[in-house]
Nanobody, 125 residues
């Protein structure tokens, strides 16, 4: 059973940084994509960033491009989301997800098979 565990959320001020972590209970395969999504109150869950486990290619939502960076640690089966220059619009529950995607589906939350429980990120103005 694949379990994903996120950590690193919290309350920060606008302009601050946070790093989220997501650890998988099982080996992440080279064919897997690890994604980060977020959901703000009253809104749909939206794509934030993704990384193809191998060869490590990444994709970002336009709203976070240049501010967020996704990375991975093979040895720890862990994916990270470094979030810089946070603003109140980034406030949401952030979810880690794992699936098998292609260029066309990487941003589609319905394609991801496994999800973490989410971690709250709150950015105060």
């Amino acid at each position: 059973q694949v379990k994903l565990l996120e950590s690193g959320g919290g309350l920060v001020q606008a302009g601050d940084s946070l790093r989220l972590s997501c650890s998988s209970s099982t080996l992440i395969f080279n064919t897997n994509t690890m994604g980060w999504f977020r959901q703000a109150p009253g809104k749909e869950r939206e794509f934030v960033a993704a990384i193809h486990w191998s060869p490590g290619t990444t994709d970002y939502a336009e709203s976070v491009k240049g501010r967020f960076a996704i990375s991975r640690d093979f040895a720890k089966n862990t994916v990270y989301l470094q979030m810089n220059s946070l603003n109140p619009e980034d406030t949401a529950v952030y979810y880690c997800a794992r699936g098998v995607t292609n260029q066309r589906t990487v941003r589609d939350r319905n394609v991801y098979e496994y999800w973490g429980q989410g971690t709250q990120v709150t950015v105060a103005s």
